[in-house]
């Protein structure tokens, strides 16, 4: 039977242990408690947490400085979660930089709470699976490296050490199953992984018998760095993103996911689109230290008034393609997401006339590339072949431009991660 993961909250006084009693009320994790002073490592020691919990009564809580301790101090990856009664932009900043990753305020309701502990405990889960499948790996890769040498050299005398060869060789065999098997084992985690990535692309559909919106998720590895998410927001506003981070894999797909966290949180407070890429730069820059960059679009659609309010962020340009077959680029006037602090992002909109689709895209689907004549699909033909679905409907133009693309490219695949999503206002309908 599965142990429950174990939590250690920290306390920095008395008074915020008698405010905070959510964790004082039969949580699904195994929970320590301890205060802040002397006796904090020895409570992190004893208790082998998966995740630690620091309640802050003051912004300049001691507890925020023992982010960084222990960071600094586990082995394997730690989440660290700053709960605090108030917290300024500037603390928020502070404690991100020291290493937490999350902050989340008292006044959140305990079942968020719950969901956004247990999101880092997956996420912390596949983490340490990962680091410890990689140590396995590396170790059992040196040491069949060594065994490959003992060979040639076991091989030039052959005829005085046959006899030892032959045990040297039934070594390497097993070494070499037990590669095998790590292997497997990382391909299950990988697949896993995938799918826990999988079930997080959004399933709401938006409001108004007028309105389509259909997509494509193609990832080019089993994680993928592009993102996409729609969100219901009060006033029957619909929230359409898309992403893109740099590279494919592990690191880029979690990225997206804190990134998608942070994000739906900024479009359920009412934010703008370009005050949503606003936060999740500085995000991005006080997490990942420009080491990571991501390029993105946010639109706010109004069903009522048929206006698609957006901003971007270094994504490739928006297309606006009209019944009649005319398509106009609306371009991202920000810079990529995690290159400079402080970086405004322009709101602007557009009005959806009966017919007119809204075409967003990662940069995958025009990075195809003709091995023959070393031609790249590029972003011109892309917009040639979406002018030819003018009169085509959105799940048939997309089907067309996947169809042409993957076409195009000599190995018949995608080089590179592609989402394609299309705001469709259906004709005839006002």
């Not at 091995?371 to 002018?387: M, Y």
């Amino acid at each position: 039977m599965k142990q429950p993961e174990r939590i250690l909250v920290v306390y920095d006084s008395p008074s915020i242990k008698e405010t905070v009693s959510v964790f004082d009320q039969n949580p699904p994790w195994q929970v320590a408690e301890t205060n802040v002073g002397d006796d904090f490592r020895e409570a992190l020691e004893k208790a082998q947490p998966d995740l630690v919990v620091l309640c802050a009564m003051t912004q300049s809580s001691q507890a925020f400085s023992l982010c960084g301790d222990i960071k600094a101090e586990s082995s394997l990856y730690l989440p660290v979660v700053i709960y605090a009664l108030k917290i300024s932009d500037d603390s928020r900043k502070a404690a991100y930089q020291s290493g937490a990753d999350d902050i989340i305020q008292v006044s959140i309701s305990p079942e968020d709470l719950y969901c956004r502990i247990n999101s880092l405990l997956r996420i912390r889960q596949m983490v340490v699976e990962s680091q410890r499948r990689s140590i396995s790996l590396a170790r059992a890769s040196a040491e069949a490296a060594d065994m490959m040498l003992q060979l040639e050299e076991a091989s030039r005398r052959i005829s005085e050490q046959n006899e030892e060869l032959k045990l040297r060789d039934a070594r390497i065999s097993a070494q070499q199953e037990e590669i095998k098997q790590h292997l497997q084992t990382l391909q299950q985690e990988m697949e896993l992984a995938s799918a826990l990535q999988i079930n997080l692309l959004p399933t709401d559909s938006p409001e108004g018998a007028d309105l389509a919106l259909h997509d494509r998720y193609i990832p080019a590895a089993q994680l993928c760095g592009d993102y996409y998410d729609y969100v219901n927001r009060p006033g029957n506003i619909f929230h359409i993103s898309i992403a893109d981070v740099t590279g494919h894999g592990v690191a880029p797909a979690l990225v997206s996911v804190q990134v998608r966290t942070l994000a739906r949180t900024a479009v359920h407070s009412g934010k703008s689109p370009g005050e949503i890429l606003r936060e999740l730069n500085d995000f991005m820059i006080n997490t990942f230290k420009q080491d990571y960059l991501m390029t993105m679009v946010c639109i706010n659609y109004d069903p009522a008034t048929h206006i698609a309010a957006y901003a971007g962020a270094g994504h490739c340009p928006m297309l606006l393609l009209s019944k009649n077959g005319t398509c106009r680029e609306l371009p991202s006037r920000g810079l990529p997401l995690g290159i400079v602090a402080g970086t405004e992002f322009p709101d602007e909109q557009v009005q959806l006339a009966p017919g007119d689709k809204l075409f967003n895209y990662t940069d995958g689907i025009f990075e195809v590339t003709d091995e023959d004549t070393g031609e790249i699909f590029g972003p011109e033909r892309l917009t040639e072949e979406l002018t030819k679905c003018g009169d085509k409907g959105g799940r048939e133009t997309l089907d067309h431009l996947v169809r042409t693309a993957r076409g195009f490219s000599s190995a018949g695949c995608f080089e590179d991660d592609v989402t394609l999503v299309l705001l469709e206002r259906l004709p005839g309908n006002g």
